[in-house]
């Protein structure tokens, strides 16, 4: 597989970062993850660590060097994230209602195929012809109070974008009730295409702007200025800042190699046992009949 990743954590305007991010590879499979703990409950950070790393030993163990079916990995390995959460909450004695949670998007590339699993309101973008002017875009639906009024209508997207509650989600790990994680349909890789996974405190600030920061020919230049345009429209009160990027690069068609050469006659017509015995017996005739070995 050929492909270029980028990543990059920042702690914006607040006291600690509480975002985690991380992506792992074998030869025929890579995962990315992110995750956003969540700031209004204790230990955010801990739950946002204990999600990236469980998913993360999920893939060591599984992927060997593939996985068997990427979706269904997806779909438990984001459940233990969320069981080992609230093990952790219970062998701390951390009340429910405080105990830590976080959002998560996981990522799994195998076969030229994408597939993705969250919950919350951490993003993945799919970014089609990146560059070219008329990028195909598509991301993931927020599991989040503000996501449903505007598919209900109650609201337009702008007025989501400042809305009071935009920071409230229905779906998390480590959350009282299990999880509602969505799980996308597999989608093929065309040459060049960028898959981005960030928490709101890069998407939020940028809203569609964050397709052109991010359609840069490199990724190790866009991610960081990506999040300088974040941090920028946020202001002082940023949120933590995470994205973690990878540019797909289509495998190039395996030339057939020239036959070896070869001396040998294709066309000769085969040579019946009569022939060669034939010839021998002609070889035969005319050695000349001496005891002692032909004179030089």
């Known amino acids: 597989m050929n492909y270029t990743i980028a990543q990059e954590s920042r702690i914006g305007g607040r006291e600690i970062n509480q975002d985690r991010a991380t992506w792992?590879?074998?030869?025929?499979?890579?995962?990315?993850?992110?995750?956003?703990?969540?700031?209004?409950?204790?230990?955010?950070?801990?739950?946002?660590?204990?999600?990236?790393?469980?998913?993360?030993?999920?893939?060591?163990?599984?992927?060997?060097?593939?996985?068997?079916?990427p979706t269904d990995f997806l779909t438990a390995a984001m459940h233990r994230a969320h069981?080992?959460?609230?093990?952790?909450?219970?062998?701390?004695?951390?009340?429910?209602?405080?105990?830590?949670?976080?959002?998560?998007?996981?990522?799994?590339?195998?076969?030229?195929?994408?597939?993705?699993?969250?919950?919350?309101?951490?993003?993945?973008?799919?970014?089609?012809?990146?560059?070219?002017?008329?990028?195909?875009?598509?991301?993931t639906r927020d599991h989040s109070i503000v996501q449903n009024l505007v598919d209900e209508g109650s609201i337009s997207p702008a007025e989501a974008a400042n809305h009071p509650m935009r920071n409230r989600v229905f779906s998390c790990l480590g959350g009282l009730e299990a999880p509602h994680i969505e799980v996308s349909?597999?989608?093929?890789?065309?040459?060049?295409?960028?898959?981005?996974?960030?928490?709101?405190?890069?998407?939020?600030?940028?809203?569609?702007?964050?397709?052109?920061?991010?359609?840069?020919?490199?990724?190790?230049?866009?991610v960081p200025h990506l999040l300088d345009a974040a941090e920028r429209a946020a202001g002082p009160e940023a949120d933590n800042l995470t994205l973690i990027a990878m540019r797909w690069e289509a495998p190039k068609p395996k030339v057939e190699a020239d036959p070896p050469f070869c001396d040998t006659y294709i066309g000769q017509a085969p040579i019946s046992d009569e022939e060669i015995e034939n010839a021998i017996n002609e070889i035969r005739r005319r050695i000349p009949n001496n005891p002692h070995g032909a004179s030089s």
């Open 24 to 69: 792992l590879a074998t030869e025929d499979a890579v995962l990315l993850v992110v995750a956003d703990g969540m700031g209004g409950h204790l230990q955010g950070e801990v739950a946002a660590q204990l999600a990236i790393d469980t998913i993360a030993e999920c893939f060591r163990i599984e992927a060997k060097p593939r996985l068997a079916n």
């Open 185 to 222: 349909a597999t989608v093929s890789l065309e040459d060049g295409d960028l898959i981005a996974l960030c928490t709101d405190g890069a998407w939020w600030p940028l809203g569609e702007k964050l397709v052109n920061e991010l359609g840069g020919p490199s990724l190790t230049d866009s």
């Open 83 to 139: 069981r080992t959460i609230v093990n952790y909450a219970a062998e701390c004695q951390i009340e429910p209602h405080a105990a830590p949670r976080t959002t998560c998007i996981a990522c799994v590339v195998q076969d030229g195929q994408a597939s993705w699993a969250h919950a919350g309101d951490s993003r993945l973008y799919l970014i089609h012809n990146p560059g070219d002017g008329k990028p195909r875009v598509a991301h």
